[in-house]
């Protein structure tokens, strides 16, 4: 018997020392809030992109900033034909690189209350301090405020946000 027992822990730790974190991808899936997220990204063929080694800072909209769109705008961008438009939007809420949190602020400090930060599909997201939240702003003056920060993956860190901000 305990050999048994002996063996059943060995296996445990075993599996438990090689367990991954979960990567970028894998939080917005296990997440009930980002459900449109996931379905754009896989739309966009985004996946194994976005599961590569990184790091990655994402932005993840949830349902909500999405459902702020005006009508139609998500089905349109799900359809195949609309897929690189879709891809420039949700690249546009990635940044190269692991910005937690202690990151950005710091950033903004440095900045004298702003820092710009390039998004992966080349584009300018102004990072600032607004009631005390981490606001960004996109290229057409539009915000969206961090509403939770540093959910750490195992290639970046994913901020959710209230509003979907858009490339020009």
Known sequence: MKNVLFVMVAIFISATSFAQTKDVVDIAIGSAD??????????ADLVT??????PFTVFAPTNAAFAKLPAG???TLLKPENKAQLAKILTYHVVSGNLDAAAVMAAIKAGNGKAVV???????????????????????????????AD???SNGVVHVIDAVVLPK
């Open 49 to 54: 992109t976005l599961k590569g080694k990184g």
């Open 151 to 153: 959910l750490k993956g």
């Open 34 to 43: 980002h459900t449109t997220l996931v379905a754009a990204v896989k739309a």
């Open 118 to 148: 390039t998004t992966v599909s080349g584009g300018k997201l102004t990072t600032s301090i607004e009631g005390g939240k981490v606001k960004l702003t996109d290229e057409s003056g539009n915000a969206a405020f961090v509403t939770t």
């Open 73 to 75: 705008t998500v089905e």
